[in-house]
């Protein structure tokens, strides 16, 4: 940026190449084209996507048999379809971003028509747009799909020319993608991005974000910065939503007072919930509600990977709710639900000092844990049996254990207010 303020001008800096569908576009074009067909057209579509999804049909076998479907269909439904579906939240920024960066801008697509890729690209101001042929007579669908760009290798081709066209190889192009249908362009590609991706590409993309709003993807270029994403932003406000969440537990000794049975029933219940959440996220498949809890409280280093954090503070609360007495397990909960979120927002805002044993931790969030475990301990137990709860909490939180702290947290706190009131 120039002292007037003006954007100075920038050699090119390379491609950025966007899939479509869940990239761009909010949920699926075929899917909204099925439905606004009939609804039994949308079940047969949907239950090629499952067979797709689990391995069972190639992507190019599912786009053929989908618009097999969509045999009769007039051209200008399809494109009426087109103008209905929303864009992904940042999508209008983040193109136009890049394209003032020096970036040259394609859209690429399996199973979205190449008219409509065509018109989206035109829309965002995009360099470029490929998209699967369609056959068409007197203005109607035939239900069959001309050449191959619906394949992975077709794909891989079409995007291949839309880059030589604007000067581009393979060695500057960053993808960013989804699906597995990206496969191909993932492995020529320099490097990719994955935005809320299912586990080929969960597995192979250079960085994977689980975000609802594009704009995060400029973190990964330089100039990312000037629009105020940057990864330490990210991840101070990933770490308060994630405590915020993990906060929410402190409501559940009240529950058990009204009814200890149906706390427990309630808490695993979510847990297994949870569990089942994370088996389907990483075949790509979004449970609503709690992948975007996920997603908004997981780590950077977390999502190529099952997150355990949330599986296993359940489980600690289920274990220390039905385990112990009342006592012990309001403490246990409590330290876990309001010590754990409070040291650990305090040891990144005002912590310098690594712990020797483990130098994820701060000092500053272990004394932290401390006071607040040695707070809630008092109502419960006397004060040097409060200290010694304290003390517990706070050795537990400092170990290398990893997510594994929300499962020992609370069981051991609430065992040592459970003795303490068993010697008195």
């Not at 067979?51 to 200008?76: C, I, M, N, P």
């Not at 492995?187 to 990719?192: E, G, K, Q, T, Y």
Request: with cysteine; charged share 20%.
């Amino acid at each position: 940026m120039s002292a007037s303020g003006r954007r100075e001008t920038v050699l090119p800096r390379g491609a950025v190449a966007f899939d479509v569908d869940g990239v761009l576009l909010q949920g699926l074009f075929l899917s909204q084209a099925a439905w606004r067909k009939s609804p039994a057209v949308w079940a047969k579509s949907m239950w090629l996507g499952l067979l797709h999804k689990l391995g069972f049909l190639s992507v190019k076998d599912v786009v053929e048999r989908a618009y097999a479907l969509q045999r009769g269909t007039r051209v200008d439904d399809v494109l009426a379809v087109a103008e209905s579906v929303r864009l992904v939240r940042g999508a209008r920024e983040v193109c136009a971003e890049l394209k003032a960066l020096g970036y040259a801008v394609v859209f690429v697509s399996v199973g979205v028509p190449n008219e409509v890729v065509e018109r989206l690209a035109a829309r965002l101001g995009a360099d470029g747009g490929a998209g699967v042929l369609l056959e068409a007579k007197d203005g109607e669908l035939t239900g069959r799909v001309v050449g191959e760009r619906h394949s992975e290798n077709g794909k891989r081709e079409s995007l291949d020319r839309m880059l030589r066209q604007a000067g581009f190889g393979w060695t500057e192009t960053t993808v960013v993608v989804d699906d597995r249908s990206n496969s191909e362009i993932v492995r020529a590609a320099w490097r990719s991005i994955g935005v809320n991706p299912e586990m080929p590409i969960l597995r192979d993309a250079s960085f994977v974000l689980h975000t609802q709003d594009l704009r995060e993807i400029l973190q990964f270029f330089p100039e990312g910065y000037d629009v105020g994403v940057t990864p330490q932003r990210l991840a101070v406000r990933h770490e308060a939503v994630r405590k915020a969440i993990h906060a929410c537990a402190a409501v559940v000794p009240t529950l058990a007072l009204w009814s200890k049975g149906f706390t427990l029933w309630l808490v695993g219940a979510v847990t297994g919930l949870f569990v089942l959440s994370e088996w389907l996220r990483l075949l790509g498949v979004a449970v609503p509600v709690l992948s975007k809890v996920t997603w908004a409280t997981m780590r950077p280093s977390e999502p190529r990977r099952i997150v355990l954090g949330p599986i296993l503070y359940g489980v600690g609360i289920f274990l220390t709710l039905a385990l112990f007495p009342r006592a012990g397990a309001t403490v246990g909960i409590l330290i876990l639900a309001v010590g754990d979120s409070v040291a650990s927002l305090a040891g990144r805002a005002f912590g310098s000092t690594a712990l020797p044993h483990n130098p994820g931790k701060t000092l500053v969030g272990s004394f932290s844990l401390f006071a607040v475990g040695v707070i809630i301990a008092t109502f419960f137990v006397s004060i040097p049996w409060a200290f010694a709860v304290g003390a517990a909490a706070a050795l537990v939180e400092s170990l290398s254990v990893g997510a594994a702290d929300n499962l020992l947290l609370p069981i051991v706190a609430a065992g040592v207010v459970t003795l303490a009131r068993a010697v008195h």
